[in-house]
């Protein structure tokens, strides 16, 4: 089991940017790949952004291509959200998940532990 704690979520405009982290604490960060997910008010979460252990290979959403950059610092136990040109449908919370099964990194069941998460609102 690993502990996840986000952090760096708030209120920008619209065009703006935010940069979320996730520490890992417990077992070894490596053996883990990571993925973002968000949720908004009566929507289901959903895939923002994957990495896998190396950080070699990334993922996302079709909605952040572009935008949004995953990336993770193993030293650090750390993974990171970076997010431009922000728009209000990114209103959501984030939230921080690992997963060391191997499986489909965009499918939230394949998580082992997830995050509190973090608000992100982004006004027009």
């Not at 982290?21 to 009566?42: D, E, H, I, K, L």
């Not at 959903?46 to 291509?65: C, H, L, M, P, R």
């Not at 935008?67 to 209103?91: E, G």
């Amino acid at each position: 089991q690993v502990q996840l704690v986000e952090s760096g979520g708030g209120l920008v405009q619209a065009g703006g940017s935010l940069r979320l982290s996730c520490v890992a604490s417990g077992r070894t960060f490596t053996v883990y790949n990571m993925g973002w997910f968000r949720q908004a008010p009566g929507k289901e979460r959903e895939f923002v952004a994957g990495i896998d252990w190396s950080g070699q290979n990334t993922y996302y959403t079709t909605s952040v291509k572009g935008r949004f950059t995953i990336s993770r610092d193993n030293a650090k136990n750390t993974v990171y959200l970076q997010m431009n040109s922000l728009k209000p449908d990114d209103t959501a919370v984030y939230y921080c998940g690992a997963t060391s099964n191997g499986g489909y990194l965009k499918n939230s069941q394949n998580y082992d532990d997830w995050g509190q998460g973090t608000q992100v609102t982004v006004s027009s």
